[in-house]
C-alpha cells in the first residue's frame, strides 16, 4: 500500500474498457481551526460503462467524502476525477447521486410527487415526459399509491425510497448511491436491491453504491472497492463473477458467494484493527 | 367532497353528533370574553367616572363614529399606509434577507450596520423623518416601513442561513438552476421564519403608525384618539381605543389564516411530530 | 468529557475572533461609506438642508451634548422606567405565564381575551394614561408593562407547556425532585424559553418609553429628541438619534451576551456552519 505515489491496486483501473468514471490520485483533506485533516490520500480507480462497483470500508474511513469528492460536490485537495473523459469540478449532468441522509434531501413542503419530478422540471423536461417518467419510478420502488403524500408522512424506508425514485426518474447515466438501503427492514432492503439491479439492465446504468453491508456488496456488484487506511487509499479491488443474473436466494448460496464474502469482511477487519492501532499506538 | 355524496341520513347523523361537541369547544373558547365584556357593561352602567364612561355609551359612540361615517377620512388612509408600508417591507426586506443568508461574507460585513438598524429605538427616528420627508403620506409610509422592515429582513436571513445543508446538496447535485433554487428551495425553507417576521413588523408598524399620527398628523386613528383626549371626549377616546384594539385583532386574525394556509404543511408536520 | 467540551469552545472563541478580525477592515468601510453617501446627499442638496445635517455638524452636536448633565439625566429617566417596567413585566408574565402553560382549560378560557389585548398596539392607550398618571415616570412605566407583558407571558407559557410535555416524564421516571429537579430540569427548559421573551420585551420596552415621551412630554430621551426637533436644532437631534440607537445596541449586546452565558448548551447557540 506505501508503494511508490502513483502505483494503483492491481485491478483498481482498467483502461482497456470503455471508462465511465475516473478517480486520478484523488486526495482530500478537511480544513478546520486545527489545520489540515487528511482523510483520503491518493485514490485511483475507474468505472467502466454498465458496470455495478459497490465501496466498502469501515465506519469513518472517508467514504462518504470519497463519494462527495466523486460527484463533484467538493473538490478533491489533490489529483482529480473524470467523468467521460471531462474533469469534474460540478455535479455533472449524467450523475444522479442518493445521499446518505435521505431523509434531508427531500423537500418537506412538496408531495412525493412533486419531489421527484422537480429535478426533471428543473432541468426543462417536457410536461408530459415528466409525468410519465415520475409514475413510472413511483411505481418501480412501489410508491404508486402515495404520490400525494407528503415526505414526513412516510416512514424512513418509504423516505428512502422516494429519494432513489427520485435519482431514478432522473435516468442518469451513472447512479451514485450512499448507503441507500441503511434504514430499511430486511425484506425491503431485498426488493430495493433486486430492483436497483433491475433498473440498472433496463437502462444499461453505472452505479456506484457505498455500502458497509459485506452481503449486499457482494449480491450487487461485479466489483468491490475495499478502502482502508488513514488517510483512506485503496487497500483492495475484487471482481465478483456471479454472472449478471442474481437472486438472493440462489446466489447467496453459492460456495463463491461464500468465499468472496469471506475476503471482504477479513479485509475490512484488517483495515479497521489498523486503524485502531494507530489511533492506539 | 366525500360527505356530500354519502347518503343524507348518515350525513345528519353525524352532523347531530357532533353538534353538542362543538359547542362545548365553542361554549369553552369564549366564555371568558363574554364575561368580561358582561361586567365591563354592567359595572360601568351607572357609572359617572370621568375616565371610565359607561360601556353602552361608548359602544352607541362607536358605532355612530364607525359605522361608517369617519371611516373614509381617518380609517382608511392609516390602513392604507400601513398596508403599503408591511408590502414595501417585504419586498425590500425578503430578497435583501435572502441575498445575505445565502452570502456568508457579505453578511459578516454589514452585520454591524444591521445591528444598529435593528436595535435603534425606531420612534426616535422619526423627528428626523419629518425634518427630511415633511408631514406627508410619504412620510407616514417611509417611517413606517423603516421601523417594519427588519424582522422580514432578519427572519428571511436566518432562514435561509437555516436550509439544511443535505438540501443545498441536493440541489447543486441536480443542477437546479437559481430559479428552480430560490423558489423551490429557498424561499421555501425559510418561509416560517419569514412569516414569524411579517408577524412582528405588523406589531412594530401598527406601533409606529399610530405614534406617528399622534404626532405630526392631522387626521387618522392616532391622531383621532389623542384629539378626543386631549378635548376630555373620553367616550370618543374610548371608542377609537376600541376601534384599534379590534384592528389590530383583525389584522392579526387575517394574517393567522394566511399563514396557516401558505405553510400548511410547515403546521401539519409540526403537529404530526408533536403527536407521535 | 469536560476537557474535550472546553477544547471546543476555545477553537469557536478563536474561530470567531479570527473571523472578526479579518472583517473588521471591510466592516468599517462599510460604515465609512455609508456616512460619506449622506454627507454626500446632503451637501449636494438631494436630502434638503433643512432637515439634514451633514456629518461634521452632527459629529459637534454629539461632542457637546455628551458632557451636558441634562443628556444623562434625560437617559437616565428613559432608562429607569424602561428597567423597572421590564421588572414588573418579568414579575406579572412569568407566573401569569406558567399558569397558562400548566392549565390548558385556563389558557383556552382566555385565549381570545388574551390575543385580543396583545394585538391591541398599547400606544392607543398614551392618552388614558397620560389623564390617569400626567407625563411621569409612572405612565411610562406603565406602558411599557402594558405592552412588553405579553411576550414574557407568552414564552413562559410555551416553556411550561414544553416542560409538561417531555421532560417531567422523564423527570418522573427516574425520581429526580427537589432543588435537583429545579436545577437540571426546570430551569434549562424554561430559561430560554424567558431570555427570548425577555429579549423581545426589552425592544418592545424601550420603543414604548421613547414613543410616550415623545407623545406626552414626559422627562427623557425622546421628550429630548422631540424637544430638539421643534426647537429647530437639528444637529442636536441627530446627535441624540446617535445616543438611542447605541443604547439600543448595548441592550441587544447584553442580552445576546446573557443567552451566549447562560446557554451556551442551547441549540440556538451552536455556530451554523454553511
Ligand atoms: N465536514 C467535515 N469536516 C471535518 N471532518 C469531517 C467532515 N465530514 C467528515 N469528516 C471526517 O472525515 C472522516 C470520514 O468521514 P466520512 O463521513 O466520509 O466517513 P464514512 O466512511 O462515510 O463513514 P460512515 O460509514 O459512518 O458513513 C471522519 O473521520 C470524519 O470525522
Ligand atoms: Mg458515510
Known sequence: ????????????????????????????????????????????????????????????????????????????????????????????????????????????????????????????????????????????????????????????????????????????????????????????????????????????????????????????????????????????????????????????????????????????????????????G | MAPLAAPGHVLTWRAFGRLPRLALTVARELWFAVVVLALWWVLSSGSTSFYFPPLSEIWARFQELWLFDRVPTDVWPSLRNFGLAIVLSCAVGIPLGVVLGSLRRVREIVSPVLGFGWALPKLALLPAFIAVAGIGDGMRVSFILAGAVWPILLGAQDGVRAVDPGLRDMARSYRFGRGTLLFRVLLPAAAPQIFAGIRTSLAIGLVLMIVGEMLVASSGLGFFVLQSQQSYALVDMWAGALLIGMLGYLITLLFTVLERFVLRWHFARRAMHAAG | MSVTVQALRGVRTRTAGAGRCSNLAPQLALVVLLLASWDLLVRTGVLPASGAVRLSGIAGALGDVVFTAALWTAVGDSLTSWLVGLAVCVLVGVPLGALLGWRDGVYRSVRLVLEFVRATPPVVLIPFVLLFFGPSQEMKIFLVVLGGVWPILIQSMYGVHDLEGTLVHTARAYRIRGPRFFASVLMPTVLPYLLTGARVSAVLGLLLTIGSEMVTSAPGLGRAIFDAQTSNDLAGMYALVVVAGVIGLLVNTVFTVIERKVLSWHPSQRPVTS
Open chain 1, 1 to 280: 500500500m506505501t508503494s511508490i505515489k502513483g502505483d494503483a491496486v492491481a485491478g483498481a483501473t482498467r483502461p482497456s474498457l470503455d471508462t465511465v468514471m475516473a478517480a486520478d490520485h484523488v486526495a482530500f483533506s478537511y480544513s478546520s481551526a486545527a489545520g489540515a485533516h487528511p482523510v483520503l490520500g491518493d485514490i485511483s480507480f475507474t468505472i467502466a460503462r454498465g458496470e455495478f462497483v459497490s465501496l466498502v470500508g469501515p465506519s469513518g474511513i472517508g467514504k462518504t467524502t470519497l463519494l462527495r469528492v466523486l460527484s463533484g460536490l467538493m473538490q478533491p485537495t489533490a489529483g482529480e476525477v473524470r467523468l467521460d473523459g471531462e474533469r469534474v469540478t460540478e455535479p455533472p449532468r449524467q450523475l444522479a447521486l442518493v445521499l446518505q441522509d435521505y431523509s434531508r434531501s427531500l423537500l418537506p413542503w412538496m408531495s412525493i410527487e412533486r419531489n421527484v419530478a422537480l429535478p426533471l422540471r428543473s432541468a426543462k423536461v417536457a410536461r408530459t415526459e415528466v409525468r410519465s417518467r415520475t409514475a413510472a419510478a413511483l411505481d418501480a420502488v412501489g410508491l404508486a399509491g402515495d404520490s400525494e403524500k407528503y415526505p414526513w408522512q412516510l416512514s424512513g424506508g418509504m423516505q428512502q425510497r422516494v429519494a432513489i425514485a427520485r435519482a431514478l426518474a432522473y435516468q442518469p447515466e451513472v447512479l451514485v448511491m450512499d448507503e441507500p438501503f441503511a434504514s430499511v427492514d430486511a425484506q425491503t432492503r431485498f426488493d430495493l436491491e433486486d430492483l436497483v439491479l433491475r433498473l440498472r439492465r433496463e437502462f444499461g446504468m453505472t452505479v456506484l453504491l457505498v455500502t458497509h453491508d459485506i452481503d449486499e456488496a457482494v449480491y450487487l456488484s461485479d466489483r468491490i472497492v475495499v478502502l482502508a487506511g488513514k488517510p483512506a487509499q485503496v487497500a483492495d479491488c475484487l471482481d465478483v463473477p456471479l454472472g449478471p443474473i442474481r437472486d438472493q436466494i440462489a446466489t447467496k448460496a453459492l460456495p463463491e458467494y461464500a468465499a468472496l464474502r469471506g475476503r471482504v469482511l477479513s479485509e475490512i477487519r484488517a483495515a479497521s484493527a489498523a486503524r485502531t492501532d494507530k489511533k492506539v
